[in-house]
């Protein structure tokens, strides 16, 4: 049972898709600057890298992580590692981003990755399903800063109809039971659509427990 009971966090979601619960504008626009400061600090200490995926494609996204693991992917495959592609340890995961974990994830664990997704103008992600964890019951929380992103979510299997939602500054998403295995992708980012960044371009933030 998580720390909140049965009934989860005690805030409702403003949305829910296929059991994907949204919270929109969960951060204040004074908060999502401050998350935005920490999060430029943990890529300060452990620099945006390129993903290449196994088959040997480049990611649009630029990547980095905080906490115990990152996820990366080169040509030896998709996985965490308790170090940057550079030899550094990761950060410790930010305190802001502990706090929005603590509120909504519902999980009594603590998130061990803090990933982070740097969509410039252009990039976008595949759909894909998050299954690189060792605990499906665990949830996955995501965090959006900058420009506003067209999320699609699909089934539990490859294929079939799907379902959108633009995600924004300072919504947070939580995946949890049934929802955590769904197909999910990000289509397109709005280019201008938000001031926050002083450059265009998006900011996904997802927290998972790995081991
Ligand atoms: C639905 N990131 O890092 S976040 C990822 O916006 C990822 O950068 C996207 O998918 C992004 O793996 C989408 C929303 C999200 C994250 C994990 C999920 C949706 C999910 C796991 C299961 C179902
Ligand atoms: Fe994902």
Same mark, same amino acid.
């Given at each position: 049972? /998580?720390?909140?009971?049965?009934?989860?966090?005690?805030?409702?979601?403003?949305?829910?898709?296929?059991?994907?619960?949204?919270?929109? @504008?969960?951060? @204040?626009?004074?908060?999502?600057?401050?998350?935005?400061?920490?999060? %430029?600090?943990?890529?300060?200490?452990?620099?945006?890298?390129?993903?290449?995926?196994? @088959?040997?494609?480049?990611?649009?996204? %630029?990547?980095?992580?905080?906490?115990?693991?990152?996820?990366?992917? $080169?040509?030896?495959?998709? %996985?965490?590692?308790?170090?940057?592609?550079?030899?550094?340890?990761?950060?410790?995961?930010?305190?802001?981003?502990?706090?929005?974990?603590?509120?909504?994830?519902? /999980?009594?664990?603590?998130?061990?990755?803090?990933?982070? +997704?740097?969509?410039?103008?252009?990039?976008?992600?595949?759909m894909h399903q998050d299954r690189d964890e060792a605990d499906f019951g665990e949830p996955v929380l995501s965090i959006s800063l900058g420009d506003e992103?067209?999320?699609?979510?699909? +089934?539990?299997?490859?294929?079939?109809?799907?379902?959108?939602?633009?995600?924004? /500054?300072?919504?947070?998403?939580?995946?949890?039971? $049934?929802?955590?295995?769904?197909?999910?992708?990000?289509?397109?980012?709005?280019?201008?659509? /938000?001031?926050?960044?002083?450059?265009?371009?998006?900011? +996904?933030?997802?927290? %998972?427990?790995?081991?």
């Amino acid at each position: 049972m /998580s720390k909140f009971g049965e009934t989860g966090p005690g805030v409702p979601p403003t949305l829910c898709l296929r059991g994907v619960e949204l919270w929109q @504008s969960w951060l @204040s626009p004074a908060e999502q600057q401050a998350m935005l400061a920490e999060i %430029r600090a943990v890529a300060a200490r452990a620099p945006l890298f390129v993903p290449v995926t196994p @088959s040997g494609k480049t990611m649009s996204v %630029r990547m980095t992580a905080a906490g115990r693991f990152g996820w990366v992917t $080169d040509k030896a495959g998709y %996985r965490y590692e308790p170090h940057h592609p550079d030899g550094m340890d990761w950060p410790p995961i930010p305190p802001s981003v502990l706090a929005a974990w603590e509120a909504l994830s519902g /999980s009594a664990r603590a998130p061990e990755c803090c990933l982070v +997704n740097y969509y410039p103008p252009g990039a976008r992600m595949g759909m894909h399903q998050d299954r690189d964890e060792a605990d499906f019951g665990e949830p996955v929380l995501s965090i959006s800063l900058g420009d506003e992103a067209l999320f699609r979510i699909g +089934n539990a299997t490859r294929g079939g109809k799907t379902e959108s939602v633009w995600l924004r /500054s300072g919504d947070v998403l939580r995946m949890a039971g $049934d929802a955590r295995l769904l197909f999910h992708g990000i289509d397109r980012v709005k280019d201008g659509s /938000s001031a926050l960044l002083r450059d265009a371009g998006r900011i +996904n933030l997802t927290l %998972r427990v790995v081991t």
